[in-house]
């Protein structure tokens, strides 16, 4: 039962003094729920700050872990996520960019999310394909693919790349994002069908409802405790994620955890309920209505016999049943924002693949150094490029500054962005290089309108990797025009 109409049920009346159980209730429900309940003068919240040789977590959460099998306790360290200005200003324009992308596909995708999210569960199709999309849009590199949409030949769940298009790693069968559609024999969308995976090296765990009570310090604990069990010793980057919301754990050898508060990632304004009585009586007005305006329509004098005061009275219960202004606002870190989550999501990839990569020596090269940029900057297909990151963190470094937007196209590094300290704040123009035509341009982020201008290329995009295991982000088109004229004469 989502988590909306518990609080309807467990919190009614003026005070909240009332206890309604909903009907249909499990009996092992309820006994959960009192199960849960502290024991009188320990606290229902963890305190924030630094500890100072004892364990952050209360008597609690410590018989948690015995619970689990894990004597120890847990040190807990909350932290505070790095935001855009940490990211250096020659490597910033990726991120910039993703995180624009990411904002325009989660304002297409919240009237879905809001009817539907609180029914999902991790283990739910949807629920694995919109979270797996949007950790892809903050890890980029290979796991993001722009396609020009004249290229593109699409209907509402499957799509197909040109043949001829000229970069040959993206060709082929595209899954329009949640749709399930895919080849025979092959997986159904891009996701992992696990809920606790490995993306680049970070570890991924799936769970709903993070503004729930003690949710976010059971979750931690089970970070803790998964890493501890399959990955003693070692250093775990961690992201936990209910599309809505995210929280960064950073596992470290022994007993100690970082971790940041319950951050937003995709604004919902209004979650609907699952009522079903409300929505049948929703669903009958409705078709009521309809009748009634046929009737008038034909010159029939007949409409619904209930009076106005049971219809008035109607539509308020409605009203009040169909929707709830989330109450988890109060619940999110103080002074985040879903830009500056983005922003601490994408710096959590970059640096858990960095840690990983080894330090460029004067000697280790068989060219002079000054030629390694110069080489990387016309690598422009995929799958080398993407090999290029993982040889050292020079070479990484180089090719984050020499952004890959599509084959022959590249986005160098933009002085637009170097003076950029906060998440809020959209750069007007980008760096724009064409290596065929040898050409540079300022170019803007645009949403694509519902009408094409012709001369004007829209782009499309994809997340996922493999031959025909990508999938399409619905309703998210963008066009990069020529940035206005008082833009370009900026210094």
Not at 38 to 58: H, K, N, R
Not at 427 to 449: C, H, I, N, T, Y
């Amino acid at each position: 039962m989502p988590h909306i109409d518990w609080m309807g049920a467990l919190g009614e009346g003026r005070f909240h003094e009332l206890i309604l159980l909903p009907p249909l209730l499990p009996e092992g429900a309820i006994a959960s729920v009192m199960a849960e309940v502290p024991p009188v003068g320990q606290d229902m919240f963890l305190g924030e700050g630094v500890a100072t040789g004892g364990a952050l977590i209360s008597g609690r959460d410590n018989r948690k872990i015995e619970k689990v099998g894990k004597a120890r306790e847990l040190l807990r360290r909350k932290v505070t996520p790095k935001n855009v200005d940490a990211i250096p200003w020659r490597q910033r324009h990726g991120p910039v960019l993703r995180s624009m992308l990411m904002l325009l596909w989660s304002k297409e995708i919240e009237v879905e999310l809001r009817e539907t999210l609180l029914q999902w569960s991790p283990d739910d199709f949807p629920f694995r394909e919109f979270a797996f999309a949007s950790l892809c849009l903050a890890a980029g590199d290979k796991h993001i693919t722009v396609v020009p949409e004249s290229r593109f030949t699409s209907n509402e769940i499957y799509g197909h790349v040109d043949p001829e298009f000229e970069d040959a790693y993206v060709t082929g069968f595209f899954s329009v994002l949640a749709t399930g559609a895919h080849y025979q024999g092959g997986p159904a969308g891009s996701a992992p069908e696990e809920t606790i995976y490995w993306l680049d090296d970070v570890l991924v765990f799936l769970t709903t409802q993070l503004y729930r009570a003690d949710a976010m310090d059971e979750e931690i604990l089970r970070v803790a405790k998964h890493c501890q069990v399959h990955y003693p010793g070692q250093v775990v980057d961690a992201v936990l994620t209910s599309i809505e919301h995210v929280i960064l754990v950073h596992v470290m050898p022994g007993s100690e955890v970082q971790h940041t508060g319950l951050l937003p990632f995709i604004k919902i304004k209004i979650h609907f309920t699952t009522d079903i009585k409300k929505k049948v009586k929703k669903q009958k007005k409705s078709q009521q209505d309809a009748i009634d305006a046929q009737n008038i329509h034909d010159g029939v004098e007949f409409h619904s016999d209930k009076n106005s005061d049971d219809e008035e009275e109607s539509e308020s219960e409605e009203e009040e049943g169909d929707f709830v202004f989330d109450p988890h606002r109060n619940c999110v870190e103080k002074g985040s924002s879903e830009s500056s989550t983005f922003y601490a999501l994408a710096h959590l990839f970059d640096a858990a693949a960095v840690r990983h990569l080894t330090y460029a020596k004067i000697r280790d090269g068989r060219l002079p150094n000054e030629l390694y940029p110069k080489i990387l900057h016309y690598v422009t297909d995929l799958p080398t490029r993407t090999a290029c990151m993982k040889v050292c963190r020079l070479f990484r470094r180089i090719c984050q500054e020499d952004l890959l937007f599509t084959e022959g196209i590249i986005l160098p590094p933009c002085k637009g962005l170097q003076n950029l300290a906060e998440s809020s704040i959209d750069p007007k123009w980008f760096e724009m290089q064409d290596l065929e035509k040898e050409e540079s341009v300022r170019v803007s982020f645009k949403k694509a309108g519902r009408y094409r201008i012709k001369g004007n290329e829209v782009w499309r995009v994809a997340v996922g990797t493999g031959r025909n295991g990508k999938s399409m982000l619905d309703k998210s088109c963008f066009e990069l025009p020529a940035a206005k004229q008082e833009v370009k004469s900026e210094e």
